[in-house]
């Protein structure tokens, strides 16, 4: 019998011009899972989870450099005993970068130790192949370096054993693949398919991004997915909104003071997200801290208009900001994206009205008329008429919004001047007007910092085309929530006596929230947010606040190609 004739070796072409080398630590990313590589890597996602975050403490000690690794030769020459900690090497020939957390040997003869925070697994070789391929693959960047290396180690923490793992032909043939397959998958620019019902998944820090059991569900409805393990929102928003208001950094404690007298404090780790009303001062040490720490600032005028927002570098994700523009520059496209989001709008006002109709007589025809108008948005042949058909559907829904008021809150003409068949806004001019295009700024304000997050552009859009400073792709992400999240709010606190009369300061004809009454009007509105549901086609429960970021990432997939439409949301 001949023998089998093995695999040709071929040299890595070296790298050049802006090509990037690869992470060490992303090549045991993609044996364990390529989709979990490739956004790391490409598509810079990142989040953080108690494993990852304990594996940073446990690296400590050997993230602190020490020692020193010497030029081979020279290490051969004086037969140097070597012991060094957090060494960086690279090499365009094989196109790899590596931190080494320890580097132990004698002369040219090394081996590379990397620390693991849980115990050895009980498997044939005591390592898993991840690991054994990122270790070999810092065995060949000291072989490009000059140096001897013939094994490796793995350092336990928790169990505090070592376990050798021997550079053989079998792991350099594996650790090669990978470094080619990594390098094709990313110049390939197409994300790999999600792992299908694997126990890899919920463990895993980008379960929430990388929507494994979401993805497949849509693609098939075979398996239902897996609620997502997502932590308690334990960060809530600041919000400072007294005049003249001076917020700085003690610490790690962010402090609202006035005339340097001491107003609030808060934990800078429990914030979420700074939003500042009217003319508030924040030094600049503050700032810094909250752009190092991707906390967002908002600004707003005292009156709640929503001006922008102040971001460290922001989201490094370019495939989803290229994927964003490519279908927002397409007639097609735009009005695809458009009418599923009118639909469900509408579709969320037919179920805002039903749930809270406060009349003996249930309101059959309006509900019918408005699934007819619903259901003309299929045919929508440009944005003009679907935004008609909105128009229609906003008369509708707007005109009967009375009915959704108990009837000793609908009866305070002194809180309800309004028309209830139309919207005024810029200024509004009674206090329903005023409370909802406040609830409008504050969802607008939730899903641009959301949006940015994820990665996108907030201020291009699909329906609402652009306009300078005005954040058209959050405006349309919030078209299906607004009965949801804003219209429920203003409902929410008429009926709870939340709000009264008193509580709104009229001037020039224009009607706004007193200091006070904007203050519970932003507490109704973030316990909105922090309502769960049971998610309809998924079936497993998460918050508003978390379902906006859900819907973003949907968008997502849906815009790189991985979903066939985007799944607007509509409740029961």
Known sequence: MEPKQGDLQLPFPELGGDQPLIPVRMLNEHVYCPRLAYLEWVQSEWADSADTVDGRHRHQRVDKPSGDLPHADKAREDNIEIHARSVTLSSNSIGLIAKLDLIEGEGDIVTPVDYKRGKRPHTARGVYDPERVQLCAQGLLLREHGYVCDEGAIYYVAGKERVAVPFDDELLALTRNAI?????????????????????????????????????????????????????????????????????????????????????????????????????????????????????????????????????????????????????????????????????????????????????????????????????????????????????????????????????????????????TLRNRRPPTDPINAMLSFAYTLLARTLTVTLQSVGFDPFRGFYHQPRYGRPALALDLMEPFRPLLADSVVIQVINNGEVHPSDFVSAAGSVNLTPDGRKRFIAAFERRLGHEITHPLFGYRLSYRRLLELQARLLGRFLLGELDDYPNFTTR
């Open 180 to 420: 080619a397959e990594l390098r094709a998958m990313a110049a390939g620019g197409r994300i790999p398919d999600p792992l299908v019902d694997s126990p890899k998944c919920p463990r895993c820090s980008l379960v929430t991004i990388c929507l494994p059991d979401e993805v497949q569900f849509l693609h098939r409805a075979e398996l239902a997915p897996r609620p997502l393990a997502v932590p308690h929102h334990e960060t809530m928003p600041l919000y400072v909104q007294q005049y003249n208001a001076k917020l700085a950094k003690k610490g790690d404690v962010l402090e609202v003071s006035k005339d340097d007298q001491l107003l609030a404090k808060a934990r800078i780790g429990e914030v979420s997200q700074v939003v500042l009303m009217g003319n508030v001062y924040v030094t600049s040490p503050c700032l810094a801290e909250l752009m190092q720490r991707d906390i967002p600032v908002t600004w707003h005028s005292y009156g709640g208009w929503f001006y922008g927002h102040t971001v460290g570098n922001g989201h490094k994700n370019v495939e989803l900001r290229s994927a964003q523009y490519r279908t927002s520059f397409s007639d097609a496209a735009c009005l695809r994206v458009a009418r599923g989001l009118v639909a469900a709008k509408i579709a969320n006002c037919r179920t805002q009205l039903r749930r809270n109709w406060k009349l003996e007589d249930k309101p059959e025809r309006l509900l019918a008329d408005l699934k007819r108008i619903q259901k003309q948005c299929e045919s929508a042949d440009s944005l003009p008429t679907l935004l008609g058909i909105e128009g229609n559907a906003a008369a509708l829904y707007f005109g009967h919004f009375r009915n959704t008021l108990k009837p000793a809150a609908a009866e305070d003409e002194a809180l309800l001047s309004f028309d209830f």
